[in-house]
Every structure is written in structure tokens, then in C-alpha cells.
């Protein structure tokens, strides 16, 4: 089933409407709506699965960093009235999710991470040395994955342009800096949502070890490593992680 996406009050987003609980889904700073398709088709007609547009490319220059994107995402909760969500973060978003829940840990019913930042990421850097090469732009893409044929062409078509366009690769790098500074080793161990990792130990962004850790941190988790699996378990293996995320989902809501 194709959802559409609707704006409305500066905000745009996906919302499917299939149910009473609220899925929200946080894509990454490469993040797209095909990167969350296996989720949305698994779970939009039982579930009210919600994705935001984070307004990367968007939003006044001042106002971005990892802290604007959270506070983007509190207006959106908040506008549309949804009391509690379950969230779920990729790469990013995962950060976007975590910052969130610590800063309005009434709104939260569970936190589902994958590949997130926070921790340690290891992925494009600081700076993009090769805007104008696609063939290295087209190897970075094929690196977030284990297997290479998951990056594909439109995948890495829309990276390459994002990078190469000049105002799209400052807000990147102003973007990947901040979530660097966001650091939350030492404000983890006061999330007490029930929480889900579910983890490519094949990811070269945020590796295994940084699962591992988040494990450690929160208190109320539990993780799953993916066997060949990278930076985005939900499109590598989508029957896999919808198979956990759908099981952790009904012991929170029972």
C-alpha cells in the first residue's frame, strides 16, 4: 500500500492511520521513505505508523543541529495530539529518538533503536574530500550495507546530489558535527522506557561494540544482532527485524 505524504502547519509527514497505537518512525541524515518501506507495509494497517520529514535541507540555518531536529519533532508530537508514541530511530534518528525521550519521557511508550548515533558513528566525516566523484560517493553507500546491491542506483544517485549540492552538504556536515557533540554515554542509564536494539554486526557506522554499549546503558533493553547485516537492518533483513520489533511491540502494548 502507497501512503502519501501530507504538509500541513510546516510539517510533513506520513501517517497511516491503521490503529490506535502510534509508530513513529526517525529516518537518518541520508534517510529517505524507502529506507522505512518493510515497516511501513508490515505494520501501517495495524498500527497509526507516523514518519516526519526532518527538516535537514529546511529548516533557518541558526536553529540547525541535532537539538533543533528534537525540538522539531516535540512541536509535531505535540500538534498532532498524540499522548504517547512508540519511537524508532535509525542512524540519526535513533539519536533524535533518544534525545527526545529524555527530555519528555511522559510521551514515551517504547524506544526502538537501530544503527543509531549517540555513542560513536564513523561515516562520511567532517568534511566530503570527493564531492564531485560519484564512484566514491557510490563506494560509501555500498560500505553502509553488507551487502553492496542494497545502495542502490537511486540510492546513491540521491546521496551524490545531496553531497554535491553546496547548500545541502554544509547542513550535512553542520548536521554530523552536532549529533558529535550530542554525546550521550553519561544521561543513558535515566531512560527507563522499554527498549529495542536491533543491530548489524556488520555495521561499519556504528559498530556491534556500539550496540553492545547502548545494552549496558539503558537499563530496560535488549538486543539482537544481525548476522551479515549493516548500518540499516530494516532494509537488509526487513522479515528479521519486523519479526523482533513486532514481538517486543505486543509485550509492551499487553
Not at 510521551?107 to 543509531?116: D, N, Q, Y
Not at 553531497?163 to 549529533?179: E, G
Not at 530496560?220 to 526487513?238: D, I, Q, T, V, Y
Request: glycine fraction near 8%.
Amino acid at each position: 500500500m502507497e501512503y502519501s505524504v501530507t504538509e500541513e502547519g510546516g510539517f510533513k509527514y506520513i501517517e497511516t492511520k491503521g490503529g490506535t497505537q502510534n509508530l513513529l518512525l526517525l529516518h537518518g541524515l541520508f534517510g529517505a521513505l524507502s529506507n522505512f518501506s518493510g515497516i511501513l507495509q508490515h505494520f501501517g494497517q495495524r498500527y497509526n505508523v507516523i514518519v516526519p520529514m526532518l527538516p535537514i535541507f529546511d529548516m533557518p540555518f541558526r536553529k540547525l543541529s541535532v537539538s533543533g531536529l528534537v525540538d522539531h519533532v516535540a512541536a509535531f508530537v505535540e500538534k498532532k495530539g498524540y499522548t504517547k508514541v512508540h519511537l524508532l530511530g535509525n542512524s540519526l534518528g535513533g539519536h533524535i529518538s533518544l534525545l527526545y525521550a529524555l527530555a519528555h519521557p511522559e510521551r514515551i511508550a517504547s524506544i526502538t533503536l537501530t544503527g543509531s548515533s549517540g555513542l560513536f558513528e564513523s561515516a562520511m566525516g567532517s568534511t566530503f574530500p570527493k564531492r564531485g566523484d560519484y564512484d566514491y560517493i557510490k563506494k560509501k553507500a555500498e560500505d553502509t550495507f553488507y551487502d553492496p546491491a542494497t545502495a542502490t542506483k537511486d540510492l546513491v544517485d540521491e546521496i551524490f546530489n545531496t553531497v554535491n549540492d553546496r547548500n545541502k552538504a554544509i547542513r550535512v556536515v553542520a548536521t554530523a558535527k552536532s549529533a558529535i557533540r550530542h554525546n550521550l554515554r553519561e544521561r543513558l542509564h535515566t531512560i527507563t522506557a522499554p527498549t529495542l536494539l536491533i543491530w548489524g554486526k556488520d555495521d561499519q557506522v556504528t559498530p556491534a561494540f556500539v550496540g553492545e554499549e547502548f545494552h549496558e546503558r539503558i537499563k530496560n533493553s535488549r538486543l539482537f544482532m544481525l548476522e551479515k547485516c549493516g548500518h540499516a537492518p530494516m532494509m537488509e533483513h526487513p522479515g528479521v527485524f519486523n519479526a523482533h520489533l513486532e514481538t517486543f511491540l505486543k509485550e509492551v502494548v499487553g
